[in-house]
């Protein structure tokens, strides 16, 4: 399974971006498909997952802001994010997990497979 994540670039604060992951997967839509993001100096944090039911789960400091979409035919995951803030500035990460955990998979080692990043600056 191959991850191409796109999307990202430079924009102020308050501004829209949405990122693109495209996957290479023939069964796609049975995978949870989840975002992450790595800021200088700091660990990889969850972000939101839309798991392969449809259900979407999101990390507090984006509830509201963030959204987590899929199209299945596609086999392409996007994240909307509004209202971006400098503190939202990170490498964001796509990832796809073929558990089928029980509950929403939030930490980086219940995700399978990863994308190359693509790095988000907001600036002030």
């Known amino acids: 399974v191959q991850l191409q994540a796109s999307g990202g670039g430079l924009v102020q604060a308050g501004g829209s971006l949405r990122l693109s992951c495209a996957a290479s997967a023939r069964t796609f839509s049975s995978y949870d498909m989840g975002w992450f993001r790595q800021a200088p100096g700091k660990e990889r944090e969850f972000v939101g997952v839309v798991r392969w039911s449809g259900g979407q789960y999101y990390e507090d400091s984006v509830k509201g802001r963030f959204t987590i979409s899929r199209d299945n035919a596609k086999k392409t995951v996007y994240l909307q994010m509004n209202s971006l803030k400098p503190e939202d500035t990170a490498v964001y990460y796509c990832?796809?997990?073929?558990?089928?955990?029980?509950?929403?998979?939030?930490?980086?080692?219940?995700?399978?497979?990863w994308g190359q990043g693509t790095l988000v600056t907001v600036s002030s």
């Open positions: 990832a796809a997990s073929v558990k089928r955990l029980y509950r929403a998979p939030s930490s980086p080692n219940e995700y399978d497979y």
